[in-house]
């Protein structure tokens, strides 16, 4: 039996008729950054192990995608990694400190020529492919499994800047680089979506955590292709972007279909979102920042949120969150808003 034959039989029902923009009340449940430093199951694995080698020993991987599932109830697990890894295998170096990722030298006009070619870069992604297929081994066979990629301006930022975070003046007086970069990398990101689909992804999310800093012309103009060349499997390949408006994403990339669906972040009304996008899953967006709330003004966050998504049809609805779980948020909140949506979406 081929793996595609296999795929069709495995996975959260609720997940795929999100996929497939099927009626359904009750929306699936995946929450990004769901396995992490909040989560007392990855805490006993973070003391036993380094940060690389819970991404990197695909049987560690595993343990940390699925601890979650398992506790919380989710629909979905998510291939446990970093975006950060295309960069680590075209040479620039990654080591994870407590000041967070560190590369090992910066992207600019010089050290562009110093990246590696594709084909010698390729082969230090295929631990990805490894760690995809343990986590689907895993599994239980009614839970869905996301796979991912950091977009490719969040990985020139990245590269350039040492981070995503302020300003980003050298990633825009160093535009001009992007299509330089971009001529390794896109292919590069296109072979490891491929990768992680053949080892049992059901959808493969496109982060990018960095594109709402761009004006939406020069999204249009500068990012918009190089996502194009990324959407072949425009069934099974989504986008994330943090901080981008309607005018980023009116394209119809994004409205007709050109990707599986969108994540959007708590900026965003999700109302309007599902007339925005009206073809694929619209995944979202409850503001991470109310899981740190007390209990009971949680539940008013939750309730008031869920309202106007309750008393109105939500095709492709992935119930999730505007951006990453945070650290310190209490487990208690993680399995409060699991049972609340479910209850109120009943």
Same mark, same amino acid.
Not at 95 to 109: H, I, K, S, V
Not at 150 to 173: C, D, M, Q
Not at 206 to 212: E, K, L, N, S, V
């Given at each position: 039996?081929?793996?595609?034959?296999?795929?069709?039989?495995?996975?959260?029902?609720?997940?795929?008729?999100?996929?497939?923009? *099927?009626?359904? *009340?009750? #929306?699936?449940?995946?929450?990004?950054?769901?396995?992490?430093?909040?989560?007392?199951?990855?805490?006993?694995?973070?003391? *036993?192990?380094?940060?690389?080698?819970?991404?990197?020993?695909?049987?560690?991987?595993?343990?940390?995608?699925?601890? !979650?599932?398992?506790?919380?109830?989710?629909?979905?697990?998510?291939?446990?990694?970093?975006?950060?890894?295309?960069?680590?295998?075209?040479?620039?170096?990654?080591?994870?400190?407590?000041?967070?990722?560190?590369? @090992?030298?910066?992207?600019?006009?010089?050290?562009?020529?110093?990246?590696?070619?594709?084909?010698?870069?390729? !082969?230090?992604?295929?631990?990805?492919?490894?760690?995809?297929?343990?986590?689907?081994?895993?599994?239980?066979?009614?839970?869905?499994?996301?796979?991912?990629?950091?977009?490719?301006?969040?990985?020139?930022?990245?590269?350039?800047?040492?981070?995503?975070?302020?300003?980003?003046?050298?990633?825009?007086?160093?535009? #001009?680089?992007?299509?330089?970069? $971009?001529?390794?990398?896109? #292919?590069?990101?296109?072979?490891?979506?491929?990768?992680?689909?053949?080892? @049992?992804?059901?959808?493969?999310?496109?982060?990018?955590?960095?594109?709402?800093?761009?004006? !939406?012309?020069?999204?249009?103009?500068?990012?918009?292709?190089?996502?194009?060349?990324?959407?072949?499997?425009?069934? *099974?390949?989504?986008?994330?972007?943090?901080?981008?408006?309607?005018?980023?994403?009116?394209?119809?990339?994004?409205?007709?279909?050109?990707?599986?669906?969108?994540?959007?972040?708590?900026?965003?009304?999700?109302?309007?979102?599902?007339?925005?996008? !009206?073809?694929?899953?619209?995944?979202?967006?409850?503001?991470?920042?109310?899981?740190? $709330?007390?209990?009971?003004?949680?539940?008013?966050?939750?309730?008031?949120?869920?309202?106007?998504?309750?008393?109105?049809?939500?095709?492709?609805?992935?119930?999730?969150?505007?951006?990453?779980?945070?650290?310190?948020?209490?487990?208690?909140?993680?399995?409060?808003?699991?049972?609340?949506?479910?209850?109120?979406?009943?």
């Amino acid at each position: 039996m081929t793996l595609s034959a296999v795929q069709e039989q495995i996975g959260s029902a609720r997940f795929q008729n999100a996929l497939a923009r *099927r009626a359904q *009340r009750t #929306p699936p449940i995946w929450l990004m950054r769901q396995a992490g430093r909040y989560h007392k199951h990855y805490q006993a694995l973070r003391q *036993r192990y380094s940060f690389m080698d819970l991404c990197k020993r695909p049987e560690l991987a595993a343990e940390v995608a699925l601890g !979650p599932v398992l506790d919380f109830d989710f629909d979905a697990a998510i291939l446990f990694s970093d975006l950060l890894f295309p960069l680590e295998a075209l040479g620039m170096g990654l080591e994870y400190t407590d000041r967070g990722p560190q590369l @090992g030298w910066n992207l600019n006009e010089t050290s562009i020529s110093h990246l590696r070619p594709l084909e010698e870069a390729w !082969p230090n992604l295929l631990f990805q492919g490894e760690a995809v297929s343990a986590t689907r081994h895993r599994l239980p066979p009614d839970r869905s499994l996301i796979g991912f990629v950091g977009g490719p301006w969040t990985l020139f930022v990245y590269a350039v800047e040492g981070s995503h975070k302020g300003s980003l003046v050298e990633s825009n007086k160093l535009l #001009p680089l992007f299509q330089r970069f $971009c001529e390794t990398v896109v #292919p590069l990101l296109a072979r490891n979506i491929e990768l992680q689909l053949d080892n @049992g992804a059901e959808l493969v999310m496109i982060f990018d955590t960095a594109a709402g800093e761009l004006p !939406p012309g020069i999204f249009e103009t500068e990012i918009v292709p190089r996502l194009q060349a990324l959407s072949k499997n425009s069934g *099974r390949v989504g986008y994330y972007s943090k901080a981008t408006q309607p005018a980023h994403l009116r394209h119809p990339l994004f409205t007709e279909g050109g990707f599986a669906g969108v994540g959007l972040d708590y900026r965003w009304n999700m109302s309007e979102a599902f007339d925005l996008f !009206p073809l694929g899953f619209v995944q979202g967006n409850f503001d991470q920042a109310l899981l740190l $709330c007390e209990r009971q003004e949680l539940k008013e966050h939750l309730q008031r949120y869920l309202e106007p998504l309750s008393n109105r049809s939500t095709p492709g609805w992935i119930c999730g969150l505007g951006h990453g779980v945070l650290p310190g948020t209490p487990e208690d909140n993680v399995r409060l808003f699991v049972d609340t949506v479910r209850e109120v979406m009943l």
